[in-house]
């Protein structure tokens, strides 16, 4: 086999193995952002806090993540801090640059629901 053969069968190789490694990683991604998930609908208050913190970690993820955030300072309570939580999501929120969790954000304003710390400082 000839030299350039040889270094594009290599390039293939590594390309393949490359792309392979970045799917395995996503599919890794895609498996943590569903516990995580499942982790911010628990009414567990540090497992919840935890997760609307993490999440924004993977924002290539986020088209699950943020409709999640969403739902959980809409609607969610947790067993203590719920402001903590919903601060979380809300923190999360804007470092996805969800633009469409503004609406939900104002409705939990008007509806009184606190988003400042109860528990944290």
């Not at 590594?14 to 911010?40: C, H, K, P, S, Y």
């Not at 609406?103 to 606190?114: N, Y």
């Amino acid at each position: 086999m000839s030299r350039p053969m040889r270094l594009g069968c290599l390039l293939i190789v590594a390309t393949t193995l490359a792309l392979a490694g970045d799917a395995g990683a996503q599919a890794g991604d895609a498996a943590r952002v569903n516990a995580l998930i499942q982790d911010l609908q628990r009414r567990d208050f540090e497992r919840a806090h935890g997760a609307a913190e993490r999440l924004r970690d993977f924002p290539a993820h986020r088209a699950r993540s943020v409709p999640a955030l969403i739902q959980a300072i809409a609607s969610r309570e947790w067993d203590r801090c719920s402001a903590d939580v919903r601060d979380a999501a809300a923190l999360t929120l804007a470092a996805l640059k969800a633009g469409e969790a503004v609406g939900p954000l104002l409705d939990l304003v008007k509806r009184g629901k606190p988003i400042d710390h109860e528990c944290f400082e």
